[in-house]
């Protein structure tokens, strides 16, 4: 098999909304969560070339097209393995996705919008990929699974706990202290889900900038 495996975070058990797919006409499908009652299912076929790289892993992994797949926040393509393992890295894509339905004036896309400020409902796909913040916004992590073997990474590991911390406390500020799931996309835009009985709505937690984040992993960085 000629692709290889994501050693980075892959991620699992999402929701339908938290991924997006290409269709069996090759177009790039968003299902668009509006609120708890409200969803569109949005399509553009402006990006024929990210279409082929998913469908280039899909016919050697599963043998047929389409299907799910991610853009992390260094705009690498992952794509599913189907089983529930680590995704493959199917190349790097860094033009933007916009969805528009212009008969219902929609327009979707993973930038924030000018004006948007942390704390503001996040109006924007809910792709992304999962991290956590830890209690106390002490520290973001994510865990690594390798068989059994499983791995808590940090993004102190990586910076020290000054810098995590910082950046920690920054999400946390509109996140809550007891920390979660916190999402980032693949314009590095940080969001998440708030859960309020038996609704939910999606807050912008602000853009990474120049904060210091997880660094790439080895041998994926530089290829094309």
Request: with cysteine; aromatic share 12%; net charge negative.
């Amino acid at each position: 098999m000629s692709f290889r495996r994501y050693t980075g975070l892959s991620p699992l058990r999402v929701s339908k909304d938290a991924k997006y797919s290409v269709t069996a006409g090759g177009a790039i499908r968003l299902e668009y969560r509006e609120s708890a009652r409200v969803r569109y299912l949005l399509t553009t076929e402006l990006h024929p070339r990210l279409a082929e790289m998913v469908n280039d892993v899909k016919r050697e992994v599963n043998g047929a097209e389409g299907g799910a797949f991610y853009i992390n926040e260094f705009r690498y393509v992952l794509v599913p393995d189907g089983e529930g393992g680590p995704c493959f890295w199917a190349g790097q894509f860094d033009e933007t996705l916009v969805f528009e339905d212009q008969s219902n004036d929609i327009l979707v896309s993973p930038e924030a919008t000018s004006g948007l400020l942390p704390g503001d409902e996040w109006l924007g796909p809910h792709v992304g990929i999962p991290y956590v913040l830890v209690a106390g916004g002490t520290d973001v992590r994510w865990e690594k699974v390798d068989g059994r073997r499983r791995e808590i990474v940090l993004l102190s590991d990586f910076h020290g706990a000054s810098a995590a911390r910082q950046l920690g406390m920054r999400l946390a500020r509109h996140k809550g202290t007891s920390g979660g799931r916190v999402f980032i996309n693949e314009r590095a835009e940080f969001f998440s889900r708030i859960d309020e009985g038996q609704d939910s709505r999606y807050i912008y937690l602000g853009a990474l900038d120049e904060d210091p984040w997880f660094l790439p992993p080895e041998g994926f960085e530089n290829e094309d």
